[in-house]
Structure formats: C-alpha cells, structure tokens
C-alpha cells in the first residue's frame, strides 16, 4: 500500500432474513431470525439475519450460496483461506 494513498474505506452489509437460502431457522423473542456459519482468514463467523457484515464475510456468503447478492456486481472469488460450511 502506497503511504500516500488514501486508506480502503471499509464495507458493510446489512444481512436481511429475506437475502438468506441456507441456514437453520432459529425462534427469537422478535420471530424468526436464520443463521449460518462461515470461515474467513481462519475465523469462523456465525451470521444471523439482521447482522451487518463486513466486505470479506459478504462475499463467503455469496460463494457458499448462502445468501442473494445485493447486486449484479461480479464478485471476486473467495481468497484459499475461506470456507463456508
């Protein structure tokens, strides 16, 4: 990174319930919410909807199928050190 560079802002993204198409279904005090698991950078993340997630988490969502895009946008491929389950 060039120090004269400005920093890379980082992205969020709201995970809705509607967005999801796998994970289990968990009744909350508010309903129903769904959640799932994913490894990213060897952490492993559990997601649930209503959660905002950070740029790298969003895409391991979307390779895993585990949610709709937000977007059209092409979406890098997920770097060896992510894995959904």
């Known amino acids: 990174?060039?120090?004269a560079s400005p920093p890379e802002r980082q992205q969020f993204y709201h995970i809705d319930l509607d967005m999801m198409?796998?994970?289990?279904?968990?009744?909350?005090r508010k309903g129903m919410v769904r959640q799932f698991g994913v490894t990213v950078n060897g952490s492993t993340r559990l997601v649930t909807s209503g959660d905002t997630v950070d740029r790298e988490t969003y895409?391991?969502?979307?390779?895993?199928g585990a949610i709709?895009?937000?977007?059209?946008?092409?979406l890098p491929a997920p770097r060896p050190s992510v894995y959904c389950c």
């Not at 198409?21 to 909350?28: D, Y």
């Open 1 to 3: 990174m060039d120090p």
């Open 59 to 64: 895409i391991a969502l979307v390779h895993a």
């Open 68 to 74: 709709r895009p937000l977007t059209n946008e092409i």
């Open 21 to 28: 198409l796998k994970g289990s279904f968990c009744k909350r």
